[in-house]
């Protein structure tokens, strides 16, 4: 079994900076029937398939970050979190777009979200740069890539999977998809749904081309758990990974908690439904957590001691 230090992580995807205006709120404005905040903190963090990334390095893990920004601020500010955190950039700085940013206001001890101001550019990544980008790094040794499709822009032509697979056909690709997407996703290993998106696959009529085309659907159903679906024999070979109730703080990120610890444990040579259930009980313990939280080497290493007669 590969031991986390000798795991290498290619995350594709849409990137974003969640920044973090947290205050108190005593009073109504004068000027207007709102509260006023009363801010004492500002932080940022990254989000969108950033937040896949922080995952798999606080787990301990080596990981790559390819993504689109623009020529800006918040670009600079992208690349300079993920050396923050140890994570190799592979930034496709586009001249003219606009990087994306999410500020959230947020108030008390649960910081609980009031407002949210959106700045994003959803023009499709050209596909030309993106590849000319892979293969830039053609030479790794890439242990899985795994996608975390926020329909940004970045995952939008049914080329990019093909020639992933050419040009590292060594890694496993897992994704986090949109539903509209889903036929861009073809021969893909796995796709990691939530409960919402899984019915609106079936509502867009794709079933069939997953049942074809994608060996498993890692169904994630929040407080109910996980659902993992082997494909090829659908609906008579599912299994239910339930879970304990918790008081949820934030369910923000529990998807990309479980796609970041489905690539660690395949990686390592993990069975599919334990990596499932390892997945399930850290996505359960970052909905405990206030923010948008990520799993924590130890936490990890806790779980999969748990599970260790089924590795």
């Known amino acids: 079994m590969n031991s986390l230090k000798d795991i290498n992580i290619l995350v594709l995807g849409d990137i974003m900076l969640d920044r973090y205006i947290c205050g108190n709120v005593s009073r109504i404005s004068p000027e207007a029937p709102v509260p006023v905040v009363e801010v004492f903190n500002e932080y940022c963090n990254l989000g969108g398939c950033g937040n896949v990334v922080r995952n798999i390095r606080s787990?301990?893990?080596?990981?790559?970050?390819?993504?689109?920004?623009?020529?800006?601020?918040?670009?600079?500010?992208?690349?300079?979190?993920?050396?923050?955190?140890?994570?190799?950039?592979?930034?496709?700085?586009?001249?003219?777009?606009?990087?994306?940013?999410?500020?959230r206001i947020v108030?008390?001890?649960?910081?609980?979200?009031?407002?949210?101001?959106?700045?994003?550019?959803?023009?499709?990544?050209?596909?030309?740069?993106?590849?000319?980008?892979?293969?830039?790094?053609?030479?790794?040794?890439?242990?899985?890539?795994?996608?975390?499709?926020y329909d940004k822009g970045?995952?939008?032509?049914?080329?990019?999977?093909?020639?992933?697979?050419?040009?590292?056909?060594?890694?496993?690709?897992?994704?986090?998809?949109?539903?509209?997407?889903?036929?861009?996703?073809?021969?893909?290993?796995?796709?990691?749904?939530?409960?919402?998106?899984?019915?609106?696959?079936?509502d867009r009529g794709y079933l069939p081309f997953v049942e074809k085309h994608i060996p498993y659907v890692l169904e994630t159903q929040g407080r109910k758990g996980m659902t993992l679906h082997e494909l090829y024999t659908f609906e008579q070979n599912s299994e239910n990974i339930p879970t304990d109730?918790?008081?949820?703080?934030?369910?923000?990120?529990?998807?990309?908690?479980?796609?970041?610890?489905?690539?660690?444990?395949?990686?390592?040579?993990?069975?599919?439904?334990?990596?499932?259930k390892i997945a399930n009980d850290c996505a359960h313990y970052v909905v405990t957590q206030v923010g948008t939280s990520v799993i924590s080497e130890n936490k990890f290493i806790e779980s999969v001691m748990k599970h260790k007669n089924d590795l």
């Open 107 to 149: 108030a008390g001890h649960r910081q609980i979200q009031m407002l949210r101001v959106d700045r994003e550019d959803l023009a499709p990544v050209n596909s030309t740069l993106l590849l000319r980008k892979l293969t830039e790094y053609k030479t790794e040794n890439f242990d899985a890539i795994l996608i975390s499709d």
């Open 245 to 276: 109730p918790v008081e949820v703080f934030n369910v923000s990120g529990a998807g990309d908690c479980v796609l970041a610890v489905m690539g660690v444990c395949l990686s390592r040579g993990i069975k599919v439904l334990t990596a499932a």
């Open 59 to 103: 787990i301990g893990v080596n990981c790559s970050c390819l993504a689109a920004v623009g020529n800006d601020s918040i670009g600079k500010s992208i690349t300079q979190e993920l050396n923050n955190i140890g994570a190799r950039s592979m930034m496709l700085e586009i001249e003219g777009r606009q990087s994306t940013l999410k500020e």
């Open 154 to 202: 970045m995952i939008n032509d049914v080329i990019l999977i093909d020639s992933l697979k050419s040009i590292f056909p060594n890694a496993f690709i897992l994704v986090d998809p949109k539903p509209k997407n889903i036929p861009l996703y073809d021969s893909v290993m796995m796709i990691t749904p939530n409960e919402k998106e899984f019915q609106e696959i079936k």
